[in-house]
């Protein structure tokens, strides 16, 4: 009876952590130095590749700060799933209609091919974690 008991409490304990765990997870989010940090490199890539003079990197940064915020309070406001991702869609097309006022279509063309292959690696890096073959 002993021995059932201590296997029952290790379960609840292993349970437990793997729960906390996972919310910790989901509930990720950067310091507002790293966050600082992430947009800089991304508007340093984003500057290479597209050839940004520097009024479009000043305005590219803006940007990126500006909709990162927002897309973090969506993330962390209360709604579904799906109320949270219609809000994120709807965010993404006035941030590409703000891009659009300072690139041209061009640069524009090579920002969303960009980002459609950074949205493609996080997503196959996502799966392959999860599936270990």
Do not use: C, H, W
């Not at 940007?63 to 869609?89: P, V, Y």
């Amino acid at each position: 009876m002993r021995s059932l008991e201590k296997l029952a409490i290790a379960s609840f304990m292993l349970l437990s952590t793997n729960i906390i765990f996972a919310q910790q997870r989901f509930n990720r989010t950067l310091s507002p130095e790293a966050q600082q940090e992430r947009i800089e490199k991304q508007v340093e890539n984003y500057s290479d590749k597209l050839q940004l003079d520097d009024l479009q990197k000043a305005l590219l940064k803006a940007n990126l700060e500006e909709f990162s915020q927002k897309q973090l309070d969506i993330l962390q406001a209360t709604g579904t799933r799906e109320e949270k991702r219609a809000s994120l869609r709807d965010l993404r097309a006035a941030q590409d209609r703000e891009l659009s006022e300072f690139l041209d279509d061009e640069q524009m063309t090579l920002f969303d091919q960009i980002r459609q292959n950074q949205r493609e690696k996080r997503r196959g890096s996502r799966f392959q974690k999860r599936d270990p073959q």
